[in-house]
């Protein structure tokens, strides 16, 4: 019998309006349960701070149920075993799931993926060796059907998913990979560590004319992470066939709707119709049955020092509104994970 465990966990109590704020969430205390049989309790040390959770807060239909109001906010996360009732796992075993935004969490082990710590360290598993790494190499290689010779442009490319896209399109034969990112430090480490061709500081020149410099024969595939203006100069700038990977528009998941700040709509998709190309959305989900072959393939890259990756990882669970904010104002360098340090 294990003593009482005191779980702090942040609560979705209100629906954001535009950027989340401290008040849409409650910051509760619980005494964790036992593990039941199957189960795991799990001491959850690094917390993945994702773009998508601002989708979560939101009601109303989508690819996933949104998260209800009163329930621990849905984060994917790492950990060690505290104890378990599930024959596959042992006390102080790695592990990686969906614990959400608490210091501890109980659950099925079924649900929980053992990680090894001798190749990377805990919150890699939360960036290039995880979800982002996973929608980096499906969304490139399967929905961009990437192809040797591709011209491959990719927005937010010192993100989690960016830099990962460009450094995969680059092994798989693209003749050029071309990066957008905002301000003078993220763009020199896209170029001179991820070994992108060029970049496009999107928040210094004009986007159109950039796009155009840099592409000159036009773009085979477009990686989108953003959305909005930049999405519509890669729509102006595609060559024949071309495809237009809608992974994210983080430029878009705060908007109000109110008046003035209404969501963006491309103007240039005629675009697709010209040059017969194709624009496709995906959920990194879609190809779960297919992550072990991925993951083996991403690790071995990291394991010969072949595969560049940043965590931007901040301390103080307590800080988790703020900090995720970090990431629609572009104050992540990395993939952005919380340290819980309980
Ligand atoms: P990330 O790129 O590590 O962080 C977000 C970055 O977006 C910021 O650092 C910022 O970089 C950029 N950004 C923020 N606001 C912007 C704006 N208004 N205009 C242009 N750029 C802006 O995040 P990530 O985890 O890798 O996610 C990237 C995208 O992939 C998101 O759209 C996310 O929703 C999507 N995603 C989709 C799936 C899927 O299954 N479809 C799975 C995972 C992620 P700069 O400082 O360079 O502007």
Redesign the pocket.
């Known amino acids: 019998m294990t003593d009482a465990i005191e779980n702090r966990q942040f609560r979705l109590v209100r629906r954001p309006k535009g950027m989340p704020q401290r008040h849409d969430f409650e910051l509760a205390t619980e005494t964790l349960g036992e593990a039941r049989d199957g189960e795991v309790r799990v001491a959850i040390e690094y917390i993945s701070?994702?773009?998508?959770m601002?989708?979560w807060m939101n009601a109303g239909k989508s690819?996933i149920k949104p998260v209800g109001l009163g329930e621990v906010m849905r984060a994917g996360a790492a950990g060690k075993v505290i104890d378990s009732k599930h024959p596959d796992f042992a006390a102080g075993d790695p592990v990686s799931g969906n614990f959400g935004v608490q210091t501890h969490a109980v659950v099925p082990g079924d649900e929980l993926r053992k990680v090894d710590t001798a190749l990377a360290d805990l919150p890699v598993y939360l960036?290039a060796l995880g979800?982002?790494g996973?929608?980096?190499y499906f969304?490139t290689l399967e929905v961009g059907a990437l192809a040797e010779g591709d011209v491959v442009l990719v927005?937010?490319?010192?993100?989690?998913?960016?830099?990962?896209v460009g450094q995969i399109a680059k092994k798989k034969g693209a003749s050029r990979v071309v990066g957008?990112?905002?301000?003078p430090e993220?763009?020199a480490y896209v170029v001179d560590q991820l070994g992108f061709d060029a970049v496009i500081d999107?928040?210094a020149e004009e986007i159109n004319d950039a796009v155009r410099r840099e592409c000159p024969d036009g773009i085979d595939v477009y990686f989108?992470?953003?959305?909005?203006?930049?999405l519509d100069a890669a729509l102006a700038n595609l060559r024949l066939h071309a495809r237009v990977v809608?992974?994210?528009?983080?430029?878009?998941?705060n908007v109000t709707g109110n008046v003035g700040d209404t969501a963006y709509a491309p103007q240039n998709y005629l675009s697709l119709l010209i040059n017969r190309a194709r624009m496709e959305?995906?959920?990194?989900?879609?190809f779960a049955d297919r992550y072990p072959q991925a993951a083996r393939e991403m690790a071995d890259w990291l394991a010969a020092g072949d595969l560049k990756h940043r965590e931007?990882i901040v301390e103080g669970f307590d800080t988790f509104p703020e900090t995720l904010l970090?990431?629609?104002?572009?104050?992540?360098?990395?993939?952005?994970v919380l340290a819980v340090e309980d």
């Not at 927005?155 to 990962?164: D, I, N, Q």
Request: a neutral charge.
């Open positions: 701070l994702d773009p998508a601002r989708g690819y960036g979800m982002p996973m929608t980096a969304g927005s937010a490319a010192s993100g989690a998913v960016g830099a990962l957008l990112a905002g301000g993220k763009c999107y928040k989108d992470n953003v959305g909005g203006e930049i809608i992974c994210g528009a983080i430029s878009q998941y959305g995906f959920i990194v989900f879609d931007d970090k990431l629609f104002t572009g104050g992540n360098f990395g993939k952005l």
